[in-house]
């Protein structure tokens, strides 16, 4: 079943890649959303946590050139020219942080989970200062914001209560049994790991420009999955990097700071820059995917709220609506 399951994916991509580059369209109707992935692949993630490392090696990322450096806990692909991706397969979130290099200065786009040392490896991609900027605050993407000197941040109590650091209880989810199937990298502690204090060096927010040299990344200020999140896009290049606002697996709109209402707002305004992008580079479990797929993004989110999404599942007070590629996890009560 699986197999076949497999081929068909295989064709399909075959299929679609034989359809051309997705930008050749720039009118992309709500029929060009694409069917690239389904969820059998895609999930091992929210209610079915089980064994989720069958998944790996994710076969996306067998398209991109894996880039050697020291620090086992992580792999490194480069995803584009100056883009790096730097996934952490190891722990359940498969969380991607992304260098971005410029001509004056590199971008950080989120520092993953703290486990490793992610300071080591960016130095090995890279002889210029570094500026982080992170998708939003939840704990899996600012665990190594304290390894560097220059943090971007927003305005927001929710960031800077972030930034204070967090007990190491706040974190010991994060390496509960099951959730991780690497060896810890040497000298890691578990009853020491918590989220480390950082220092926001500027405020920056929505419509923000950064030019990092060569390429301009635009900040969209996107809550929903949390108060503080961000998307990047840059227009010139066609890609947008979505934080955890989009991804392939179950997408959070009942966590504690999340909102659905924001979420389908910002579906709405990333449904809109469709046409605008051709990737969108996201932050857990596989780094590239269809720009396509903001349209079914904003569109399901309009299902939702219309009643018109139907295929769900309910368990512990939540609903999870499925659709092509992702989910989306909403508590019953609105
Ligand atoms: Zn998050």
């Known amino acids: 079943m699986k197999s076949f399951y497999l081929i068909f994916l295989l064709i399909l991509a075959t299929a679609i890649a034989a359809c051309g580059d997705p930008s050749e369209n720039n009118a992309v109707s709500p029929d060009a959303a694409p069917e690239l992935v389904g969820n059998e692949q895609v999930q091992g993630r929210g209610a079915n946590k089980d064994n989720w490392w069958d998944a790996l090696p994710r076969p996306e990322w067998s398209a991109f050139e894996k880039v050697e450096q020291s620090e086992d806990w992580f792999e490194v692909y480069r995803v584009d020219d100056d883009i790096y991706a730097i996934y952490e397969p190891g722990q359940f979130e498969e969380v991607i942080s992304f260098l971005i290099i410029g001509e004056d200065f590199a971008l950080m786009f989120d520092t993953g989970l703290g486990i490793g040392n992610i300071r080591i490896v ?44 967090s007990l190491p209880e706040a974190v010991a989810d994060f390496l509960q049994e099951g959730w991780v199937w690497k060896p810890f990298p040497q000298g890691f502690s578990k009853s020491a790991y918590r989220s480390r204090a950082f220092t926001i060096s500027k405020i920056v927010g929505e419509g923000d420009q950064i030019d990092i040299g060569g390429r301009v990344l635009e900040i969209l200020h996107t809550p929903g ?20 606002s989009f991804y392939l697996a179950p997408l959070y709109t009942h966590i504690p700071g999340g909102s659905f209402a924001d979420y389908a707002s910002t579906a709405a305004r990333l449904s809109g820059l469709a046409g605008s992008i051709d990737r969108a580079l996201t932050s857990h479990n596989v ?31 939540l609903r999870e609506y499925q659709f092509d590629g992702f989910s989306v996890i909403v508590k019953e009560q609105q």
């Open 122 to 165: 960016v130095d090995q991609l890279t002889d210029l200062d570094v500026v982080v900027l992170n998708s939003h605050t939840h704990y899996d993407h600012i665990g190594g914001n304290h390894l560097f000197d220059t943090i971007y941040g927003t305005d927001l109590e929710y960031t800077r209560r972030r930034a204070l650091g």
């Open 287 to 317: 780094p590239v995917v269809d720009g396509r797929y903001m349209t079914a993004l904003g569109q399901a989110f309009a299902d939702i709220q219309s009643g018109n999404a139907n295929d769900y599942t309910i368990s512990d007070g």
């Open 225 to 244: 999955h949390a108060p503080d999140s961000i998307c990047l896009i840059d227009r010139e290049n066609r890609i947008l990097f979505t934080g955890d």
